[in-house]
Structures are given as structure tokens and as C-alpha cells.
Nanobody
Framework: QVQLVESGGGLVQPGGSLRLSCVAS????????MGWYRQAPGKQRELVAV???????NYEDSVKGRFTISRDSAKNTVYLQMNNLKPEDTAVYYC??????????????WGQGTQVTVSS
């Protein structure tokens, strides 16, 4: 069994910062990538940032220069440092990961989500 658990969401004023964390636990052989999606009310879920096992990183255009994704392989953890937050960043943020539980068995997993609200 594999589980992803997010933390770090909350209410922040425009220009403020938050740091999200996601921990993968359970039977894990290897992790191909870990990343973050977000979904605002009435909008499609979108990719925010992703980091691969080889440290290749991709960001959604609107967060470039403001958000930083990083990982700690020893802890099976991915982080999203969010600076200079804007009201349009308000959404539920979901952790997503592609994980091999054993050789040849690869699946995508999702966390339950954490709410980020940016408002004055």
C-alpha cells in the first residue's frame, strides 16, 4: 500500500509565503517523479511543478520565479516553496507521484489535497 500525505496549506495574505510538503509511505521500490497539481473552483486541475528522480524540473508558467520545488529522496518527500503568493494561486493543491512498488509495477498516486487561500 502506498499513501501520499500533504501538509502546509492555509490562509495567507497576498505577497506572503507558504511551504507545502508531501510524504510518500508504504511499499516503495522507486519513485519516478513527484509533483504538485492545483484545482480552483470551476477550473480544470493543472500541473504546478514536477521534479523527477534525475532532478529534472518543470513549472507552470504563472509560478516561475515565485515557486520552488525540491525533494528529499531519503525521506520520500517533495516540497513546494511558494513565495509572493497571489489571489489567483488560491486552490486545492494535490501531491502526485509515479511510483514502482516492485519491478515492472508502476502506478500514479494522489494525495487528498491541501487548501491554499490567498486573500487580504
Amino acid at each position: 500500500q502506498v499513501q501520499l500525505v500533504e501538509s502546509g496549506g492555509g490562509l495567507v495574505q497576498p505577497g506572503g509565503s507558504l511551504r507545502l510538503s508531501c510524504v510518500a509511505s508504504g511499499s516503495i521500490r522507486s519513485i519516478y517523479y513527484m509533483g504538485w497539481y492545483r484545482q480552483a473552483p470551476g477550473k480544470q486541475r493543472e500541473l504546478v511543478a514536477v521534479i523527477s528522480s534525475g532532478d529534472s524540473i518543470n513549472y507552470e508558467d504563472s509560478v516561475k520565479g515565485r515557486f520552488t520545488i525540491s525533494r528529499d529522496s531519503a525521506k520520500n518527500t517533495v516540497y513546494l516553496q511558494m513565495n509572493n503568493l497571489k489571489p489567483e494561486d488560491t486552490a486545492v493543491y494535490y501531491c502526485n507521484s509515479r511510483i514502482a512498488r516492485r519491478l515492472g509495477q508502476v502506478n500514479d498516486y494522489w494525495g487528498q489535497g491541501t487548501q491554499v487561500t490567498v486573500s487580504s
